[in-house]
């Protein structure tokens, strides 16, 4: 596993994976899940698609896997069920951990090398990120798998 600090913005990525964080309520309202939500629409109308299919109601940890392009797929990880602006923490540890799990399965399965990602879970969804980035590095160790994280 290679990691690879970016500036910028992960909605510029073109190939691999691009895994961001989803609330279980069907909501990309703000952060990088809005900017996802209007780059590729594809992957709200299916993350909407899959909430109704599952009675809405989505489980934290699970991911939903959308080829937007033959070379990029987006994974709508569910880290959270519900969201706010008020400061608290809404990002659950144990729902990242079933995420990066998930990722590394799907990503060995269909041979994809690079996964390109924000912070997870640190922004709007109140995690700290020292947590959060030792989970990625330990499920991740390993494999020939090269994360690229980006940093406004």
Known sequence: MKLNKVK???????SGLILHGCNAQG???????LAIRNTF???????????????NSL??????????D???????????????????RYVSYLAIDCVFSEVKRWMSINAVQEL??????????????????TNLLETFAGTNIEIYLYEM
Not at 8 to 14: F, K, N, P
Not at 27 to 33: D, F, I, L
Not at 41 to 54: D, G, H
């Open 59 to 68: 489980q934290i940890g699970n991911v939903q896997f959308v080829t937007v």
């Open 27 to 33: 909501v990309m309202g703000s952060g990088v899940a």
């Open 116 to 133: 390109h990602m924000p912070k997870i879970g640190s922004g709007l969804g109140g995690g700290d990120w020292n947590v959060i980035e």
């Open 70 to 88: 033959p070379d990029l797929t987006i994974a709508n990880g569910i880290t959270q069920e519900f969201y706010g602006r008020d400061g608290r």
């Open 41 to 55: 629409p594809l992957a709200y109308q299916s993350y909407l698609k899959w909430k109704e299919r599952v009675g």
């Open 8 to 14: 910028g913005d992960v909605i510029t990525a073109t």
